[in-house]
């Protein structure tokens, strides 16, 4: 997966993704990561690449020429059309099926605002999703394409190792992820749950798919019900059975 980032601020983008798992599935050549400045891109001989919005207002628009040429640049070099991800606060709220959806394309191109905003024209013609990463904002697009990549990243298969799988995570299921525990079985006076130590793969499973059951009934009362909904009382017991090894 290639994922190209339109910013004006690139190391940003690159020193922080440069980590951990990512820097892993960089070196192994799972992902790969370019931000491409927008600013080499303009054609304004100062290197500006905003300006005042007409109608009046406070603050900058960044201006739809140096963004076109910026995407255009990553999409001549491309073999088909890639989708082109805007980040803003007016976009879908990014979720984990959005990211599986993601994860399956070969290039996603994201586009990085700063400043109050990018003129629209340009968006019009080349923005294919406006995402937002939650109901707050940010000062620029940055950040949330960072998430984005990271959650993404992890989902194209061989990023993760066994022991960091995917398919435990909370919202994979629906459902908030249950507690888990490491050694020591006894810390601060507070004792790992029993079933835990039993090696009773079926009792263990039921005891997971309960603690998400009432975490996420406790915390998440809106991913609570769709759950609920779409898995009545009897399928979800088969669920248990089948998705523990006996
Ligand atoms: N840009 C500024 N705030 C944002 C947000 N919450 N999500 C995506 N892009 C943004």
Redesign the pocket.
């Known amino acids: 997966m290639n994922f190209h980032v339109l910013t004006l601020f690139p190391d940003m983008v690159m020193q922080g993704l440069d980590t951990s798992i990512l820097r892993r599935a960089l070196d192994r050549g799972l992902i790969r990561i370019e931000a491409v400045n927008i600013r080499d891109y303009t054609d304004n001989k100062h290197g500006k690449v905003d300006d005042y919005t007409y109608g009046g207002g406070a603050g900058l628009l960044m201006q739809a020429q140096p963004v076109y040429d910026a995407w255009k640049s990553v999409q001549d070099r491309l073999p088909s059309k890639a989708r082109v991800v805007y980040?803003?606060?007016q976009?879908a709220v990014?979720n984990q099926d959005m990211a599986a959806e993601f994860s399956a394309e070969e290039d996603l191109i994201f586009l990085?605002?700063h400043y109050e905003g990018i003129d629209e024209r340009v968006l019009e013609e080349i923005v294919t999703d406006e995402?937002?990463?939650?109901?707050?904002?940010?000062?620029?697009?940055e950040?949330?394409?960072m998430v984005m990549i990271d959650s993404i990243s992890r989902l194209i298969p061989g990023v993760l190792h066994n022991g960091e799988s995917a398919g435990t995570d909370s919202f994979q299921n629906g459902l908030l992820e249950y507690p888990q525990y490491s050694r020591p079985e006894s810390w601060h006076g507070k004792n790992v749950p029993g079933v835990l130590l039993s090696g009773d793969h079926a009792k263990v499973g039921e005891w997971r798919l309960a603690q998400s059951l009432e975490r996420t009934k406790e915390r998440r009362p809106d991913l609570y019900e769709a759950y609920v909904k779409a898995h009545p009382p009897q399928e979800r017991k088969r669920r248990v059975k089948r998705t523990n090894p006996s």
């Open positions: 980040m803003t606060p976009g990014f990085c605002g995402v937002s990463i939650g109901d707050y904002v940010l000062t620029g697009g950040l949330p394409a």
